[in-house]
């Protein structure tokens, strides 16, 4: 990772404010309020426009001709929901595809089962670039958070970009990664250990929302998320001969969740912590010797959350000893980063799709949304981008919700996909084909995890 020079910073400054005023097409202005880019060097829009626009037409055809095999997938994979670590059927639909494409398929990659991974190359040399497509679907609702989708605008985004890259002879390499539990199991971040993003500059994919929080087409952070499962032990007797001789689970797990209700009174207004109480056959007369709670608290960074995470774990330890319960806590899932926009990514699509599709993305840079994901791991590991679109889903009905499953099926939803899909496709395609902005973009990442290194 390297930093730019102030000198070198200077220089193209002075040489935008030259081009500016020779010209009166719009630039983007990266100097914006948002303290992630205020210290980082613009870049200049205008003199990259035109090949934008080419490697636009490009991709709108070559996804034109996809267009129904796209849509294909994204029914089927509907269809037949999978849930976490399950995702057998879209691996190999989703591999097979790839594979009849010309592209090298790996399965089961990093020891994973349900994982995959398709490469794309052209020419020599170049940089790396990739898209992730989440596959697995919620128990009971299927694919209410828009997985199906996601796999398809990954399956499009790729192809897009290759079509472009060899049409205009674009050295670089493309990696698309079937990445299984997302919901649940933290596949990403198993995945990024055992170095399946190895040499990326850019992580890219898409997820859809509908009603809130999500009811427009935005980019903003998500919060980290912390997941655990508490278990109390206690001891059974007859709740009317012998109370006495019990010790009561069922108490131990509700004063530990009223202990959090009453928690939430001190917390930061960004934070969450919720759970529930888990038993097993209980009856009137038994004083229970088992509870088990689920919990999940997020916060607005990872530094954040480990505090939070310990005030709550206070909750659980004092309920236990307040009932002389044994208790047993464990993760059930690795701690997950928040999701961190890199900026020069966001602007450049952005702008991508209000020049190609008219649609105008909310870009909240510096405003903790309510969701979590395992992408944020990858967001800590390289520049990363994760827009929200919009699928137009009915009022009030947001993901998971099995109104939403529905939502995520229909034309409108397959539409806006492949729409966001090309505008990920477009960004990936200007870090492999502009030095500049490739360098920007790492130069941004390299400064925002120094500034991370200083909080952690």
């Not at 070559?62 to 095999?69: G, I, T």
């Not at 989440?134 to 192809?159: F, R, S, V, Y």
């Not at 774990?313 to 319960?325: I, L, R, V, Y």
Request: proline share 4%; with cysteine; aromatic share 8%.
């Amino acid at each position: 990772m390297f930093c730019i020079s102030r000198r070198r910073k200077e220089r193209l400054e002075e040489r935008i404010k030259e081009e500016r005023e020779e010209s009166c097409v719009h630039f983007v202005d990266l100097e914006r309020s948002d303290s992630s880019l205020s210290l980082l060097p613009t870049y200049e829009a205008v003199s990259y426009e035109p090949i934008s626009d080419q490697a636009a037409r490009i991709m709108r055809y070559a996804l034109k001709k996809e267009r129904d095999n796209l849509i294909n997938i994204g029914m089927k994979l509907h269809q037949y929901p999978e849930t976490a670590f399950q995702e057998r059927y879209a691996r190999d639909l989703l591999s097979g595809f790839m594979k009849n494409k010309g592209w090298i398929v790996e399965k089961s990659i990093c020891g994973l089962e349900t994982s995959w991974k398709a490469t794309f190359r052209h020419g020599e040399g170049g940089r790396t670039v990739g898209f992730n497509a989440e596959m697995d679907a919620l128990p009971g609702i299927g694919h209410a958070c828009g997985h199906n989708l996601i796999a398809e605008g990954a399956i499009a985004a790729a192809l897009g970009l290759a079509a472009a890259m060899k049409e205009m002879d674009i050295s670089g390499k493309v990696i698309l990664i079937g990445t299984p539990a997302e919901e649940s199991g933290g596949g990403k971040i198993t995945l990024l250990k055992r170095g399946a993003y190895e040499d990326a500059s850019a992580m890219l994919m898409i997820h859809p929302g509908g009603g809130a929080p999500y009811k427009a087409d935005i980019l903003s952070p998500m919060l980290a998320i912390d997941s655990f499962n508490v278990e109390f032990f206690g001891r059974a007797a007859h709740a009317a001969l012998a109370p006495d001789q019990g010790i009561n689970a069922l108490d131990a797990a509700v004063l530990a969740y009223s202990n959090v209700n009453a928690l939430r009174q001190q917390i930061k207004s960004y934070e969450r912590v919720h759970g529930v109480i888990e038993g097993q056959n209980y009856a009137t007369n038994v004083i229970p010797d088992y509870s088990k709670l689920k919990y999940g608290v997020r916060s607005g960074t990872l530094a954040e959350l480990i505090d939070l995470k310990r005030r709550t774990m206070a909750c659980m330890k004092a309920a236990a000893q307040a009932t002389g319960c044994r208790i047993v806590i464990h993760d059930s899932t690795p701690p997950h980063p928040e999701l961190h926009h890199n900026g020069h990514l966001a602007y450049e699509y952005a702008n991508i799709m209000q020049r190609n599709f008219s649609t105008k993305v909310q870009l909240s840079l510096d405003t903790p949304g309510g969701a979590s994901t395992d992408f944020g791991a990858i967001t800590y590991a390289m520049p990363a981008l994760h827009p929200a679109y919009e699928i137009y889903s009915e009022k009030g009905v947001s993901n998971h919700s099995p109104g939403f499953t529905g939502a995520t099926d229909k034309p409108i939803a397959h539409e806006k996909t492949i729409e966001a899909a090309m505008g990920i496709s477009l960004t990936a395609f200007r870090v492999l084909s502009d030095e500049e902005f490739a360098h920007v973009v790492e130069s941004e990442y390299d400064h925002w995890v120094r500034q991370l290194d200083k909080r952690l």
